[in-house]
């Protein structure tokens, strides 16, 4: 059977290796770089960005400690050299990873037909064809909007920023006032509604005045015009370079005429990420749902499996969130309710100099007493990103609080998790 899948980044890539896999004949169309948004412009880029900040943030800890004496400067433009250094090479190992699959990779543009799609005049026939198009930046309608980056362009800088602003709401606008904060940069969030309204309370108030308390955060505030250096609002005129991170639209044009979309151009799909054409699957972003490479990839994996006859359902059920700041945010929703409990974070590898400061992060969980369900947990620790995948699993398999009462930590540790559910436990 003759497999295509259009796009080369999580969810593509992952859905054309398990196709292989299984034994089909698959064929994956990139019109650019494998690897996507999250490789190429995204989480590996702010994973580099982030990786100097930190440094740099530590720096003035051991300073303020006398510890060292350094006055830090930084090249700009050999961190944005460096970034893409390392992302060409990981795109290196990650293609010669899905070409030794088993996986035909072909560059250009793709023309979906039905039966066969068409890249430079080239027919590449299929029984199935999965979309794993993607997204891009949503384009604001304010007037100069040409005169701000987008989060892709911000290795364009040759220099860091002396202010920047930044409109935006979410988990893109908070990593990047972050690590340009740390940079030097004064910098300033714009959000039209509430800042990070997904986070819970007490997890954002964390984030504003320990790990933003140098940034100026102005919500519920729009942004009138865009200049060359600075925007207008109505509470007048705020001067810098400007970063828009306000969304992104699913990447849906290619088959908008094969397959059905919804309101915000995704490409609708059900459980085994069917489409509502027999032979097209969809997954990733360009699908409008968790927009994570993990779920990426879940998802890349569903399609694939459904495409080559084998049954298979998504599981969206307490996917974890992450926030990539100076102390890795992570947090796990259900907006179920339950007793409530946090505590300060532990002292440990990558915290244990913020102790003199008070700022090793903090750890909250949502529980019911009465069955020892979890039913939600947020941490900000150096470690939280990894321990939460864990409690991810734990949630999904139904463990309880009760289950952490033999748990042993590796030690040393900056996990406050199990310190809570243990406490929870002895309650339940």
């Known amino acids: 059977m003759n497999i295509v899948v259009i796009g080369g980044g999580s969810a593509g890539r992952t859905a054309a290796i398990e196709a292989a896999a299984i034994g089909e004949n698959v064929t994956l169309i990139e019109m650019d770089k494998i690897g996507g948004k999250c490789l190429n412009t995204g989480c590996m880029v702010v ?66 037909k039905e039966g066969f799609v068409l890249v430079d005049d080239k027919k590449y026939p299929y029984d199935k064809l999965i979309i794993a198009t993607g997204s891009y930046a949503f384009i604001p309608h304010i007037k100069g909007v040409e005169y701000a980056k987008l989060y892709k362009n ?49 997890i954002k108030d964390y984030i504003v005045k320990k ?27 705020i001067e810098g370079d400007v970063l828009l991170a306000v969304g992104m639209v699913p990447n849906s044009e290619i088959v908008k005429d094969l397959v059905e979309t919804g309101a915000n151009s995704e490409i609708i799909v059900n459980k085994m990420m069917e489409t509502s054409h027999p032979n097209i699957y969809a997954a990733g972003d360009v699908v409008g749902s968790i927009g994570t490479t993990p779920v990426a990839r879940m998802e890349g994996v ?93 949630m999904r398999d139904n463990k309880k609080i009760y289950d952490f009462e033999d748990f042993i930590e590796s030690h040393p540790s900056t996990d406050s998790v199990y310190k809570l559910m243990r406490y929870f436990s002895k309650y339940e």
């Open 302 to 394: 569903v399609a694939a499996r459904n495409a080559c006859g084998i049954s298979a359902q998504v599981d969206y059920r307490y996917i974890p969130s992450s926030i990539s700041l100076y102390y890795d945010v992570s947090y796990i929703n259900t907006d179920e309710k339950g007793v409530e409990g946090y505590i300060p974070g532990s002292a440990g590898p990558g915290a244990f100099w913020n102790v003199l400061n008070r700022e090793t992060g903090i750890t909250k969980a949502v529980v019911d007493i009465e069955n020892g369900g979890i039913k939600g947990v947020s941490s900000i620790s150096p470690s939280a990103r990894t321990i939460l995948a864990y409690i991810s699993k734990f």
């Open 154 to 202: 911000v290795l364009d800088y040759k220099e860091i920023p002396e202010k920047l602003i930044i409109i935006g709401s979410g988990t893109i606008a908070t990593e990047f006032a972050g690590i340009f904060s740390a940079l030097g940069s004064k910098v300033h969030i714009l959000s039209r509604g509430s800042f990070l309204k997904k986070v819970d309370p007490d």
């Open 47 to 112: 994973c580099g960005l982030n990786d100097v900040a930190r440094f740099i943030k530590d720096a003035q800890i051991f300073n303020q400690n006398g510890i060292i004496s350094t006055n830090l400067k930084i090249d700009f433009e050999k961190v944005s050299e460096g970034i893409i250094n390392t992302t060409n090479k990981i795109r290196e190992v990650i293609t010669s990873e899905t070409e030794k699959a088993g996986v035909n990779i072909v560059y250009g543009n793709a023309e979906v």
């Open 211 to 237: 790990l933003l308390k140098e940034v100026e955060i102005h919500q519920n505030l729009s942004v009138n015009e865009i200049y060359s250096d600075g925007v207008l609002t109505k509470l007048g005129r």
